[in-house]
């Protein structure tokens, strides 16, 4: 078992930064793949971003060149740097854990989840 853990969401000013961290507990090595979703109320949770534990990185298309995705392995854990953030991207923000080889951007392929962090940016 993995327990995930985020910290870092908050308010924040259209075109302000945030940097969320996400700490894995539980075991003794890192998750293969971890990633970062987001949702709103009543919706699908999507995909933001995933790293590897060699540190190949995928994102989606609307945050390309904003977010960036990493991790410390030695401290089994991972950060989402966001900039230039929108009013659009207020949402609960999770990070979570893979224990497959093999990248996968869907929410199912996902095995651990943290609780879960809010953003909130004004405009």
């Known amino acids: 078992q993995v327990q995930l853990v985020e910290s870092g969401g908050g308010l924040v000013q259209a075109g302000g930064s945030l940097r969320l961290s996400c700490a894995a507990s539980?075991?003794?090595?890192?998750?293969?793949?971890m990633g970062w979703f987001r949702q709103a109320p009543g919706k699908e949770r999507e995909f933001v971003a995933a790293?590897?534990?060699?540190?190949?990185?995928y994102y989606t298309d609307s945050v390309k060149g904003r977010f960036t995705i990493s991790r410390d392995n030695a401290k089994n854990t991972m950060y989402l740097q966001m900039n230039s953030l929108k009013p659009e991207d207020t949402l609960v923000y999770y990070c979570?854990?893979?224990?497959?080889?093999?990248?996968?951007?869907?929410?199912?392929?996902?095995?651990?989840w943290g609780q879960g962090t809010l953003v909130t940016v004004s405009s």
């Open positions: 979570a854990a893979r224990e497959g080889i093999t990248y996968c951007s869907g929410y199912g392929c996902y095995d651990y």
């Open positions: 790293i590897s534990v060699s540190g190949s990185t």
């Open positions: 539980g075991r003794t090595h890192s998750p293969y793949y």
